[in-house]
């Protein structure tokens, strides 16, 4: 990898630096004097100094990052678990000197993971089973979303063993949505899984629904949808999630996105300002998959229709610590629609 596709000097200005964040396709660029690191900008940072009017032949310096997150080469052995912590998508490796050696990025990160023994956790883990899966109908006119199937396995059960890796064994399942259906296969036949069904009435939504287990819960727990597949360290999500000393955290995935058009900025009196050919973008996705204390459980409203993202707002706002994890894109797989569930199909049948 050559490094310099993601170097700028202080004073290139925006746009050129624009330019040079498309060609390296990462949605980064480190502002460097020389090979010195002096600053950090991405793409969302200059996307947002254009909304707000700014001058696309300003030296970049101006508006990056001035205190980058940076390692030595004694420490490049974090890298991971910095990006991760810090929810960033690189870091450089600096000599003593400050000059930048070489840049860690997260979906390398996925691929030097060492294989190594699961660390036992033992903590519950709570599947949010109750909805209609509309977006996967008429599969789910005859099935419910949690039994369908992805390869020889539900998908409720490639998420069941994958926790059971670690210890998790303990499982609390919300139902409503062809509740009986979904006990009846977990309890009629040789399937043996220890799973407590916490059925709801009404339709509660995924915060509502996890509200039913006030009281329930004597510690820490992890969260999953009933239609996502994690490949990560469920230990280093728990020890960040631990050391963070946060309420919950939430799992989240590195998404990038072009625009398949030639795009046009305008100013308020409609002249162009600038022209971008097929533009990248890229955003923290939530996985659906969250580690949560027993006092987040409180700040659900009981018996009321709302999602879990409505209730971590509320505690953002209230000054609660919620955290994010990131993790490289490849490592969440998702079945919420059909082009995704062909997707997870064709991707554990490679394993």
């Known amino acids: 990898m050559d490094i310099r596709s993601y170097i700028v000097e202080e004073d290139i200005s925006v746009f050129d630096t624009m330019k040079k964040i498309d060609i390296?396709?990462?949605?980064?660029?480190?502002?460097?004097?020389?090979?010195?690191?002096?600053?950090?900008v991405t793409d969302g940072d200059i996307r947002r100094y254009i909304l707000g009017g700014g001058s696309?032949?300003?030296p970049v310096y101006e508006i990056a990052h001035k205190m980058p997150?940076?390692?030595?080469?004694?420490q490049e052995e974090q890298a991971g678990e910095v990006m991760r912590r810090h929810s960033i998508t690189a870091v450089p490796i600096v000599s003593e000197a400050g000059e930048i050696l070489r840049i860690r990025f997260i979906k390398e990160e996925l691929h030097n993971i060492e294989v190594k023994p699961k660390r036992y956790l033992g903590l519950p883990l709570v599947i949010m089973a109750?909805?209609?899966?509309?977006?996967?109908?008429?599969?789910?006119?005859?099935?419910?979303?949690?039994?369908i199937p992805v390869g020889d396995k539900t998908i409720t059960e490639h998420i069941m063993d994958r926790f059971a890796e670690y210890g998790?064994?303990?499982?609390?399942?919300?139902?409503?949505?062809k509740k009986d259906f979904i006990k009846a296969y977990y309890t009629d036949?040789?399937?043996?899984?220890?799973i407590v069904?916490?059925?709801?009435?009404?339709?509660?939504?995924?915060?509502?629904?996890?509200g039913l287990l006030m009281g329930k819960m004597q510690g820490t727990f992890f969260m999953s949808n009933c239609d996502i597949l994690v490949?990560?360290?469920?230990?280093?999500?728990?020890?960040?999630?631990?050391q963070s000393g946060n309420m919950i955290t939430v799992v989240c995935a590195e998404k990038r996105f072009e625009v398949p058009y030639g795009t046009i900025q305008t100013d308020q009196n409609g002249q162009v300002i600038q022209l971008k050919e097929k533009p990248h973008f890229h955003y923290h996705v939530n996985t659906g998959f969250y580690v949560i204390e027993p006092s987040f459980l409180t700040k659900i409203p009981c018996n009321t229709f709302i999602h879990i993202t409505d209730v971590i707002e509320r505690c953002v706002a209230q000054g609660e610590r919620v955290g994010s994890y990131l993790i490289p894109d490849e490592a969440w797989m998702d079945m919420g629609q059909f082009d995704e569930l062909e997707k997870m199909k064709e991707r554990l049948g490679s394993l």
């Not at 390296?24 to 950090?40: E, M, S």
């Open 231 to 242: 490949d990560a360290d469920y230990a280093d999500i728990l020890d960040y999630h631990k």
């Open 168 to 177: 998790c064994t303990q499982v609390m399942m919300i139902v409503n949505y």
């Open 189 to 194: 036949n040789e399937i043996s899984r220890e």
């Open 69 to 74: 997150i940076c390692l030595t080469k004694q």
């Open 56 to 58: 696309l032949d300003r």
């Open 197 to 210: 069904f916490v059925e709801e009435s009404t339709y509660l939504g995924t915060g509502g629904g996890l």
């Open 24 to 40: 390296g396709a990462r949605g980064i660029a480190f502002v460097c004097n020389g090979l010195k690191l002096r600053a950090v």
């Open 130 to 147: 109750g909805g209609k899966g509309t977006r996967l109908r008429p599969y789910t006119d005859i099935l419910p979303k949690p039994l």
